[in-house]
């Protein structure tokens, strides 16, 4: 769990968690926050945020996508930000350490699609950032078989 604390607890703040989804490929980003707003539906859903790709439309990650995408779906209730591969992941981190990102903007270790999944469903539900972050990780020990 990586994320820039404030003084109060991330999921306290007046909206719900955001969620945004960085990936490689702004398809698979987009994709993947179609379906996961969609399983989420039934009532309010979470602001969800893709942020896949490069500026120039081409596989890898940008910076500058991912604080929009943030920016975007901050509510003040913290954001929870999911990663599909290795530089998805330096690139949060750095924006992290830099605080680029709001404070409660957590890297969340869970896997991609059903992490994202979870952590949609459990913030539509009002769950707080560190709820959000848990359901997410035990997306981990779904079992297929």
């Given at each position: 769990?990586?994320?820039?604390?404030?003084?109060?607890?991330?999921?306290?703040?007046?909206?719900?968690?955001?969620?945004?989804?960085?990936?490689?490929s702004?398809?698979?980003?987009?994709?993947?926050?179609?379906?996961?707003?969609?399983?989420?539906?039934?009532?309010?859903?979470?602001?969800?945020?893709?942020?896949?790709?490069?500026?120039?439309?081409?596989?890898?990650?940008?910076?500058e996508r991912?604080?929009?995408?943030?920016?975007?779906?901050?509510?003040?209730?913290?954001?929870?930000?999911l990663?599909?591969?290795?530089?998805?992941?330096l690139?949060?981190?750095?924006?992290?350490?830099?605080?680029?990102?709001?404070?409660g903007?957590?890297?969340?270790?869970?896997?991609?699609?059903?992490?994202?999944?979870?952590?949609?469903?459990?913030?539509?539900?009002?769950?707080?950032?560190?709820?959000?972050?848990?359901?997410?990780?035990?997306?981990?020990?779904?079992?297929?078989?």
């Open positions: 769990m990586t994320g820039a604390e404030g003084g109060t607890e991330p999921g306290s703040g007046p909206g719900p968690v955001g969620v945004v989804l960085v990936s490689h702004a398809a698979v980003a987009e994709s993947v926050a179609d379906l996961a707003r969609g399983l989420a539906a039934g009532g309010p859903v979470a602001p969800v945020a893709a942020a896949g790709g490069t500026a120039d439309g081409g596989l890898g990650t940008s910076a991912i604080v929009a995408a943030v920016r975007e779906v901050d509510r003040g209730a913290g954001v929870a930000l990663v599909d591969l290795g530089s998805a992941v690139t949060v981190k750095a924006l992290l350490d830099e605080d680029e990102l709001p404070t903007s957590r890297l969340v270790d869970a896997p991609f699609v059903e992490g994202a999944v979870a952590a949609v469903v459990a913030a539509s539900a009002g769950a707080p950032l560190t709820a959000v972050e848990t359901a997410a990780a035990e997306a981990y020990s779904y079992r297929k078989t």
